[in-house]
């Protein structure tokens, strides 16, 4: 049941308190067996089909029984520290190295500046990013702090300095920053500022993150001084720098050609130790496909040497531009450019060798449909080698080749993968066997200069490649994997049971429960099940059971899906092994294999039981991004098997199909004979997450394509994962329509650890989790279960307005219908108004006008409306004009007023893209005033201001 609807008075609203949904949980009568529910055409219904209409509306548990990397504390993998060496000032520097949280090294006296701690690395290696751990001193972060790199352990080059006050996206006994990426041997953190707590360091870690490398891109710039180029700010030294020679003004460019058309999630610029003060004023990033047509991604204001845009989402380009908008005495200079992209390891520097000779640029250009190849049958000896150029700590390749091509049967008979830190002593770290199109190798984490794969077996086809490729991955295949190999089974399951019993309680399906949900969607990871060698485990159905039972008891049902398969359903980290199209699960008979035997004793345990939604086969099965008929056929094969392997034992309960990504992408049930059967959809649209026109086109293409699916092929569907970030009136006609049409929905999903100031964390019902997540490779046993522990719900942020959108429909409201509050006798004032502007523009109705703050965003710049009466609203709406969509506020306090004097903030958040509607528990008030609490270069407009009469 949803809570009433108040409709307070100020005066209410400033000593009400609200109450948490869970504190008071009003649970549904428990599932007995007449709500054994099965299709009857386009619907479900209770007593095995012959009974009332029921609706799942609910929830997915994501991140309980599989890890995933953004929303639960999977962990992170750092480089390898084997062989590495610590030193200091003082103390015991062991300490940093040794995977505990609960020694430390400390300076053992007040900050002075002068202390340093450092590593030896053994060889030079690569690392772009530093974490400082002080444990348990969650106090003793350094007052300011500077990161040094050496080749030798002499001559030293400053590659980061910060203050070390903790930012507000971690916790406080984190110090972390990124910076250019380096190839050294030596790196010290030297501590440069005064406080009265010592500086203790726990745990220190380095990490590569996916940096560019810029050794074949080249750079140009609207000015430079003439004792440099702009080729020094893509150098790789960060001693050199390319810089303007003149005061900063508004227009000076800096552009970088990468030679390549790359994948561009994060950009880094470094003005340099030389030059830390010329940082840019203010600036925008554009990417380009042809230099050209230009598309802005980011924008913002430089505080330090460092600045850092991270995009919403990767964007494709082959050139970069930095433009300059502020002005400001002093030059602007860039040392070193850093661009981050997705994944896998850039490899541009890298020597690849083989035998036999062929042409081993193809595997490394690009391009599946070039290709290396022995030319001759396979035998065992044949083998490519990369050399990186630099020591790398990997646990992943991929040997991929050209979809519907010759190459794709070319694949390694039998393979060892062997790395080096010489070429010449090779340690072995995987064999196997290839698989059809595209073979996937894991491995512990290891590091190595060289890599070798070498063919083992013997076939009368060729041995070809069209593209390796080598990653770090984190996902849930290479944490079980690493937690094997360095603790054993049995420890390994303790860490994980930890993780179980900390993420999801029996408060938490309270507050489930609360909200009025009466399904959960369970995501069970394969590896919950299965021992990574395809043995069963012990008692694998412990938390399953106990899901089951504590959901039934509170009328919950649950739907069971197995989001993970060995080797992986789809290419990404979500399907439990990041890989490539198709990824393992679908080459492998082995794999398919254990898969039947999961869904064999999973029907076989469940059957008859009522609280069981059904069986969702496997989640989000993909082949290809462009998966043709072939690939379909293949697809709907192996869910015939499977839908065959659980009728066997269980003819009752529903099964679940996924349609991913549409329709097309599975046959129609009549063609195998499928019965009592629901097709499951995720529209999702991540890279249009900021765009309200977008996630609303999502909203009204489904609802009207899923009316039509209802007749043909007349089946029930489940909406089993969705997410329109932070629009609610969005989320809100979406829940409405398919409450309308008796369609289910379990949105994605009950809590993520990411933070609800960016997109991601308004997924959740419950975010904002900053603790550090393990180091997979570093933390001991104790210290990964002590990072684990801080994850359970009563440590995250629950996130209200997202939790009473949902309610509101849990129990089937099928209309969506938003008042918009007449503007008739609305007048509006603001802080300030750009020269010719008016703040009325704002509520004129008119979209092409607009109310501009007429200088850039800052705290405390103000939009006032006076309603003229009071009036009801529940909802107020803020948007720029069309052209104009950076000028949002990036963040706000919404205020009402019965008196425009006394005010009370009924709503605060992150701006998120052009089109923000606020929702707010109703009140009744005359005045409304949006109060800026973010910065940004961009003024501040709004083309029109709506209020509503209730929140969606």
Not at 451 to 456: D, G, P
Request: overall charge negative; hydrophobic content about 40%.
């Amino acid at each position: 049941m949803r809570r009433p609807a108040h409709v307070l008075t100020i005066a209410a609203l400033t000593t009400a308190a609200l109450v948490p949904l869970a504190a008071a949980p009003a649970h549904a009568d428990p599932i007995g067996p007449s709500d054994f529910f099965a299709a009857d055409g386009a619907v479900l219904r209770t007593d095995h089909g012959t009974g009332d209409v029921v609706n799942l509306r609910g929830t997915n548990l994501g991140g309980w029984l599989t890890f995933e990397d953004w929303m639960s504390p999977l962990g992170e993998f750092a480089l390898d520290r084997g062989g590495w060496t610590a030193t200091a000032s003082t103390g015991t520097p062991s300490n940093v190295l040794d995977g505990s949280l609960t020694t430390r090294w400390t300076s053992g006296a007040a900050q002075a500046g002068g202390e340093w701690v450092q590593l030896d690395l053994g060889a030079p290696t690569l690392f772009n990013r530093i974490l400082v751990d002080a444990g348990p001193s969650a106090a003793d972060w350094p007052a300011s702090y500077e990161v040094l790199v050496s080749t030798n352990g002499t001559t030293w080059s400053s590659v980061a300095a910060a203050a070390g006050t903790p930012p507000p996206t971690v916790t406080s006994e984190i110090t972390t920053t990124r910076f250019a990426p380096q190839v050294a041997r030596y790196v010290r953190v030297a501590q440069t500022g005064a406080r009265s707590s010592w500086w203790s360091v726990a745990e220190l870690n380095l990490f590569s993150d996916p940096v560019l490398n810029n050794g074949g891109a080249t750079a140009t710039a609207s000015s430079t001084a003439g004792f440099t180029t702009p080729g020094a700010g893509l150098d790789g030294n960060v001693t050199t720098a390319w810089t303007t020679g003149t005061n900063q003004v508004a227009g000076q460019t800096y552009t970088v050609d990468f030679g390549r058309v790359l994948e561009v999630t994060k950009v880094l610029v470094d003005s340099g130790a030389a030059y830390a003060n010329d940082f840019p004023a203010t600036y925008e990033i554009s990417g380009s496909s042809d230099g050209v047509n230009w598309t802005k991604v980011a924008s913002g204001a430089g505080t330090n040497r460092m600045v850092t845009a991270d995009l919403w989402t990767a964007t494709w380009m082959r050139y970069l531009r930095i433009t300059q908008t502020g002005t400001k005495a002093g030059w602007w200079s860039i040392s070193e450019v850093a661009v981050t992209s997705t994944g896998k390891f850039d490899r541009a520097g890298w020597t690849v060798t083989s035998s036999p000779a062929g042409t081993t640029s193809a595997l490394t250009d690009g391009d599946p449909a070039t290709r290396w190849t022995s030319g001759a049958a396979q035998a065992p000896g044949q083998y490519v080698q990369v050399d990186f150029g630099a020591r790398v700590t990997l646990n992943n390749v991929v040997l991929d080749t050209q979809k519907n091509s010759s190459s794709e049967t070319d694949y390694p008979r039998a393979y060892t993968v062997a790395v080096s830190d010489n070429g010449t002593s090779w340690s072995t770290v995987a064999t196997g066997t290839g698989t059809f199109k595209a073979t996937t190798v894991n491995f512990a984490a290891t590091a190595a200069r060289y890599l070798r794969v070498t063919q083992t077996g013997s076939s009368g086809s060729w041995w070809s490649i069209g593209e390796l490729d080598v990653a770090l991955n984190n996902d849930d295949y290479s944490l079980r994997l690493a937690l094997d190999d360095r603790f054993g089974a049995t420890t390994a399951q303790q860490i994980v049971d930890t993780h179980r019993d900390t993420w999801l309680t029996e408060a938490d399906l309270d507050n489930i429960a609360a909200i009025g949900l009466n399904t959960v969607r369970l995501p069970i990871g394969w590896s919950e099940l299965l021992n990574l060698d395809g043995t069963w485990k012990a008692d694998p159905w412990d938390k399953i059971d106990w899901l089951i039972q504590e959901a039934g008891e509170r009328g919950i049902y649950v739907l069971l899906d197995l989001h993970t398969v060995p080797g992986g359903g789809c290419p990404w980290g979500s399907c439990g092994r990041v890989g490539p199209n198709p990824n393992g699960y679908w080459g492998s008979a082995t794999y398919q294999d254990w898969v039947v035997d999961i869904w064999e004793a999973i029907a076989t345990r469940y059957e008859g039981n009522p609280v069981v939604a059904g069986y969702d086969l496997i989640n989000e099965p993909l082949i290809d991004y462009g998966e043709d008929a072939a690939d379909v056929a293949q697809k709907s094969a192996v869910y015939d098997r499977l839908y065959d392997a659980v009728r066997a034992i269980d003819p009752d309960h529903t099964i679940h199909l996924a349609a991913f990504f549409g329709w097309n992408a599975i046959a129609d049930p009549a063609d195998f004979g499928w019965t009592n059967v629901v097709y499951e959809l995720h529209p999702y649209d991540m890279p249009n997450g900021q765009d309200w026109n977008a996630q609303r086109s999502v909203v009204t293409t489904q609802l009207a394509d899923v009316a039509n699916r209802l007749t043909d092929p007349g089946i029930p569907v489940l909406y089993g994962e969705y997410s329109f970030y932070y629009f609610d009136d969005v989320w809100a006609e979406f829940m409405a329509g398919l409450n309308a049409l008796d369609v289910s929905w379990t949105n994605w999903t009950y809590k993520v650890r990411g933070s609800q100031s960016g997109g991601g964390g308004y997924w959740g019902f419950y975010n904002t989790n900053l603790h550090q997540v393990p180091v997979i490779n570093s933390d001991d046993a104790t210290s990964f279960q002590t990072r684990l522990a801080r994850f359970g719900t009563a440590n995250f942020t629950p996130n209200d307005r997202f939790i009473e959108t949902v309610s509101h429909y849990a129990g089937g409201l099928g209309t969506f219908a938003p008042v918009a509050v007449s503007r008739t006798g609305w007048t509006a004032t603001a802080s300030a108004t750009e020269p010719g502007g008016s703040a009325g523009a704002a509520i004129d109705g008119n979209t092409g006008t607009r109310w501009a703050s007429g200088t850039s965003q800052v705290n405390g710049q103000w939009f006032q409306v006076d309603m003229g009466t009071p009036r009801t609203i529940g909802q107020v709406t803020i948007q720029t004009r069309d052209w104009e969509r950076w000028d949002y506020p990036r963040g706000f306090q919404l205020q009402v007023s019965t008196n425009g004097s006394t005010w009370t903030t009924v709503a605060s958040g992150p701006g998120f893209g052009w089109k923000r509607p606020i929702t707010f528990d109703t009140v009744t008030a005359r005045y409304l005033r949006v109060v800026q609490t973010g910065s940004a270069p961009e003024w501040w407009s709004i083309g029109e201001l709506t209020a509503y009469t209730a929140a969606p």
